[in-house]
């Protein structure tokens, strides 16, 4: 009894928990655009804030470590934040995509099976085959069923015409 007991509860522990994970998943997907743009306008001001250190001195050497160390924190913001929003829209498209095809697959299991018609092999007279290109066939042979190209004749003018016999069907 004891057992069943801590089994449901830890069952429930873990759909709780799960249910916080979806949240926390739904949550990060709809925040990771606007961290994107975020990060992305907090290198444009790290960048105009070097620029700005830059230009309030005269002097090459005391410019230099302004535009280095803001413009390459700058630039490397930029680029995470870019990463952020390219891989965000990434996600949304395949978020898409999947729903997209959820509901085919749903309208294709509702969807009645179509019966797959059997092609009815040629219909021949007794004693005649189908010509092929190289060989003659049986008019049940599976490499000619459902083809329109072979003629029909008998075995001997096959045979006279040079063609071969089929190795499948061996008429």
Not at 64 to 76: A, E, I, K, Q
Not at 137 to 144: F, I, Q, S, T
Not at 155 to 168: E, I, M, P, S
Request: charged content about 20%; proline content about 4%; some cysteine.
């Amino acid at each position: 009894m004891a057992t069943t007991t801590m089994t449901t509860t830890a069952g429930a522990r873990s759909g709780r928990g799960a249910a916080v994970l979806d949240r926390a998943r739904v949550r990060w997907a709809n925040m990771a655009g606007r961290l994107g743009l975020g990060f992305s306008a907090l290198g444009f001001i790290v960048i105009l804030k070097a620029w700005d250190g830059a230009a309030g001195l005269d002097y090459s050497q005391g410019q230099l470590p302004y535009l280095l160390s803001g413009g390459g924190v700058g630039v490397g913001l930029i680029i995470v934040g870019a990463a952020v929003l390219v891989s965000d829209s990434h996600r949304r498209d395949r978020v898409a995509l999947e729903a997209k095809l959820d509901e085919l697959l749903i309208a294709l299991d509702r969807a009645p099976a179509a019966p797959v018609a059997a092609s009815a092999p040629a219909k021949a007279p007794r004693g005649m085959v189908i010509a092929g290109r190289s060989s003659f066939h049986k008019p049940d042979c599976r490499l000619v069923a459902g083809r329109d190209e072979g003629d029909q004749m008998s075995k001997t003018d096959a045979v006279d015409a040079g063609l071969g016999a089929c190795r499948v069907c061996k008429p």
